[in-house]
């Protein structure tokens, strides 16, 4: 893929100069979901799937932008005198929002570049496309412009910054947090309160992990986002007047239940509730995987399911019929929705002689009941951004 795009760039551009390559994956989530901006735990991995990209230094202040995922786009050329949002610019706001973000810290760009990118994973399927092309023009601007003092955790704290004041979703640190840290093999326990983490092998002797990738995105996905996170801020602030909390994720399931009748509203309180009781069974599934109880991870990460589609209610038609497909299907240990919801994509964790199996018995069924094909991956855990070459 990357000579495709080391052709591709030298049409666009020209073959003089110093290219470079990078790579950033995208992420997903075994568990812990809509937990990160709640001050509890995730169990995100990094994919081998992610957005790669080649790069050239210009001696002038012009960026210019070419993606083979958005062809008919073509190359878009900016500056960076212009580091401000623009819907015209589509894709190229998320690159653009983490310079903006890194001049923001006093990193200030000298001088513009060159860019081809070309991602592998699905477009808004809930695989973190956006935080991985963050998190690559972080690990690029790092790299060219010598920002020795950025850390891959600013890195990503830079992307996030990017897409919650640059591009308006108001996300946690989940996915950018995987994006730059990602682990070969490893899922990464997260508390995202502090930032403290750890690397659990992720060891499946006789399973996979496979993601369903559902085809449907229902509009609306981020003022839905936005809502349940101001949801879960106003569940929060009635909490804080009956007991002493800066987050959700600091309740355990008992203390949760003393004091839930300071949130005034049902609705609110379903979603304090997933929040606390989502935390609990994280870090209750990373023990379990560490035992090898691969067994427990399934269950909790189906409780995790039930309660995201009952109590979250980011779910949808599409979703739950692949879940429910995969928990009726012999030989899978687990199934949920990951991500941030309102279709995407589900991640199942399946016997190795069960996959074939799975993809064609649910492929088929959900092809009857919903009328369009679902994608299946089977995917490896990989390591996080990094400079190729
Ligand atoms: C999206 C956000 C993450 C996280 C998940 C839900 O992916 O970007 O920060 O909140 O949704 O777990």
């Not at 010598?146 to 990503?156: L, P, R, T, V």
Request: glycine fraction near 10%; include cysteine; proline fraction near 2%.
């Amino acid at each position: 893929m990357l000579e495709k795009l080391l052709q591709k760039f030298k049409e666009l551009y020209g073959e003089d100069g110093e290219l470079r390559t990078y790579f950033a994956p995208g992420r997903v989530n075994l568990i812990g979901e809509h937990t990160d901006y709640n001050g509890g735990h995730v169990f995100p991995c990094a994919l081998t799937l992610g957005t790669y990209a080649v790069v050239r230094s210009r001696g002038d202040r012009v960026l210019r932008f070419y993606s083979m995922n958005f062809d008919s786009f073509g190359i878009v050329e900016t500056s960076l005198d212009e580091l401000i949002p623009n819907q015209a610019a589509a894709w190229t706001n998320y690159p653009k929002g983490v310079i903006w973000a890194f001049e923001k810290r006093g990193m200030k760009l000298g001088h513009g570049f060159d860019i081809a990118i070309y991602g592998d994973i699905p477009n808004g399927s809930g695989l973190s496309s956006s935080a991985s092309l963050e998190v690559l023009t972080g690990v690029i601007l790092k790299d060219i412009y010598g920002f020795a003092e950025a850390s891959m955790i600013d890195i990503a704290l830079i992307g996030q910054d990017a897409e919650n004041n640059f591009n308006g979703c108001n996300c946690g640190i989940m996915d950018q947090f995987a994006s730059a840290m990602g682990k070969k093999d490893h899922a990464i326990f997260l508390d995202t309160n502090d930032l403290h983490y750890e690397y659990a092998p992720v060891k499946l002797p006789d399973a996979r992990i496979v993601i369903t990738n559902s085809k449907v995105k229902h509009s609306l996905v981020d003022s839905a986002y936005n809502d349940r996170r101001n949801e879960c801020e106003t569940a929060l602030k009635e909490l804080k007047a009956v007991t002493d909390i800066k987050a959700l994720g600091e309740l355990t399931e008992e203390q949760f239940e003393e004091h839930k009748d300071a949130i005034k509203d049902p609705v609110r309180q379903k979603r304090a509730h997933h929040a606390v009781y989502e935390n609990q069974r994280t870090i209750r599934a990373a023990r379990a995987l560490e035992k090898n109880d691969i067994t427990l991870f399934g269950q909790l990460m189906n409780a995790s399911h039930i309660s995201l589609r009952d109590d979250y209610e980011v779910s949808c038609k599409e979703i739950d019929i692949l879940v429910e497909l995969a928990w009726k299907t012999e030989g899978v240990i687990g199934s949920r929705i990951t991500g941030g919801g309102f279709g995407g994509c589900t991640v199942s964790i399946v016997k190795n002689d069960a996959v074939d199996t799975f993809v064609q018995e649910i492929g088929k069924a959900y092809f009857d009941k919903v009328g369009h094909e679902a994608e299946f991956y089977v995917v490896d855990i990989g390591d996080g951004a990094r400079r190729l070459g």
